[in-house]
């Protein structure tokens, strides 16, 4: 059984910075996704970010230039850098993987930016 484990949220002020980390266990195929999704209050669930293996990395347009992505080079690890936070960015952040797509999701990590 695929187990997800996010650390690394918190409460930050407009500006600040956190890095968000994802360990995943329990799998019994190739990792060759990895990503980030994200819940505000009230909304639905968005993509942020994903690794894939090759080492290509997207974003969604709403943090490409403040976050980055990064994978672990051995074991099951990705990596979160959340640079320039905005209000917006507020919300539980969800650490997802997969063999060609995201299928397992961790329980979320929240992240909370203040003014």
């Known amino acids: 059984q695929v187990q997800l484990v996010e650390s690394g949220g918190g409460l930050v002020q407009a500006g600040g910075s956190l890095r968000l980390a994802c360990a995943a266990s329990g799998n019994s195929f190739t990792i060759n996704v990895m990503g980030w999704y994200r819940q505000a209050p009230g909304k639905q669930r968005e993509f942020v970010a994903a690794w894939r293996s090759g080492g290509i990395k997207t974003y969604s347009e709403a943090v490409r230039g403040r976050f980055t992505i990064s994978r672990e080079n051995t074991g099951n690890r990705v990596y979160m850098e959340m640079n320039n936070l905005k209000l917006e960015d507020t919300g539980v952040y969800y650490c997802?993987?997969?063999?060609?797509?995201?299928?397992?999701w961790g329980k979320g990590s929240p992240v909370t930016v203040s003014s």
């Open positions: 997802g993987v997969g063999p060609s797509g995201i299928e397992y």
